[in-house]
């Protein structure tokens, strides 16, 4: 078994499913010790177990990324159990509203979109990015975007805007702190069989059939897939890739 990351600290947010579980339980299987954080207590529990089930260390920390407060008391309790952070796998987010255009969308639903799935990025990786300078050794930090943020959903605006800053804001990132060892990036997924992906499907018949369609490997991913891509942007094998935003999404992005 490859255990790159034995001694090493890996943080993953909207980690009680889909893909912030896979990530977290990659993580974990290649020996790193693993801080889940979710607002959804029972599902961030429940990764916990699984990591721990297979012989491996990790805590649960319940944090809301959109609050700076609950953001740095969540790098803070990190570092008081293990004293490091190595990685970090920015992935809370949400989808408010699905197939409603701009004019009709709700002021309350963008302001809490934005708030997770662009400030939130934007305050962990602020708080990260500091104790990772202070460490002064190699980290990664891998956001996660979207397809999304590579090109235009009509009827989704506040998803599309949130994934569109979270790219530019990993890019320009990247680029601040090339020269400190500090590799970011981001992952871009297309159709992923997650949570989100069931609440689409589930509001519109035929959605699942019609993402499909839109694949050219004709099939949706699986939340695995997207963390194998997480951990490779974190591991030596990466070493010389920082600002990217990796599409894993069958092909789509191409279109």
């Given at each position: 078994?490859?255990?790159?990351?034995?001694?090493?600290?890996?943080?993953?947010?909207?980690?009680?499913?889909?893909?912030?579980?896979?990530?977290?339980?990659?993580?974990?299987?290649?020996?790193?010790?693993?801080?889940?954080?979710?607002?959804?207590?029972?599902?961030?529990?429940?990764?916990?177990?699984?990591?721990?089930?297979?012989?491996?260390?990790?805590?649960?920390?319940?944090a809301d990324v959109s609050r700076s407060a609950e953001?740095?008391?969540?790098?803070?309790?990190?570092i008081e159990t293990y004293g490091r952070l190595d990685?970090?796998?920015?992935?809370?987010?949400?989808?408010?509203?699905?197939?409603?255009?701009?004019?009709?969308?709700?002021?309350?639903?963008?302001?809490?979109?934005?708030?997770?799935?662009?400030?939130?990025?934007?305050?962990?990786?602020?708080?990260?990015?500091?104790?990772?300078?202070?460490?002064?050794?190699?980290?990664?930090?891998?956001?996660?975007?979207?397809?999304?943020?590579?090109?235009?959903?009509?009827?989704?605006?506040?998803?599309?805007?949130?994934?569109?800053?979270?790219?530019?804001?990993?890019?320009?990132?990247?680029?601040e702190y090339a020269k400190t060892n500090i590799r970011?990036?981001?992952?871009?997924?297309?159709?992923?069989?997650?949570?989100?992906?069931?609440?689409?499907?589930?509001?519109?018949?035929?959605?699942?059939?019609?993402?499909?369609?839109?694949?050219?490997?004709?099939?949706?991913?699986?939340?695995?897939?997207?963390?194998?891509?997480?951990?490779?942007?974190?591991?030596?094998?990466?070493?010389?890739?920082?600002?990217?935003?990796?599409?894993?999404?069958?092909?789509?992005?191409?279109?």
């Open positions: 078994m490859n255990r790159e990351f034995k001694g090493k600290v890996a943080l993953v947010t909207g980690a009680a499913s889909g893909i912030g579980r896979a990530s977290s339980l990659a993580f974990a299987k290649r020996g790193a010790k693993v801080v889940v954080s979710d607002v959804t207590v029972k599902g961030g529990e429940e990764t916990l177990r699984l990591i721990k089930g297979s012989g491996e260390e990790g805590i649960f920390l319940k953001v740095q008391a969540l790098i803070r309790k990190t990685y970090a796998h920015n992935n809370a987010g949400v989808a408010r509203a699905i197939a409603v255009p701009t004019a009709d969308y709700k002021e309350e639903d963008w302001e809490i979109e934005m708030g997770v799935n662009l400030t939130g990025v934007w305050l962990c990786m602020k708080y990260e990015i500091r104790r990772m300078l202070m460490q002064g050794e190699k980290a990664a930090i891998v956001n996660t975007a979207s397809i999304s943020g590579l090109s235009a959903h009509p009827a989704n605006p506040a998803y599309v805007a949130s994934k569109f800053g979270c790219v530019g804001l990993t890019k320009t990132a990247a680029l970011i990036n981001c992952v871009c997924p297309g159709p992923i069989y997650t949570g989100l992906f069931d609440q689409v499907a589930a509001a519109s018949p035929g959605a699942e059939e019609a993402a499909k369609a839109m694949v050219p490997m004709g099939r949706i991913g699986k939340p695995e897939e997207v963390a194998e891509a997480v951990i490779w942007l974190c591991s030596d094998a990466a070493s010389f890739v920082t600002a990217l935003a990796l599409s894993v999404d069958g092909g789509e992005a191409a279109l």
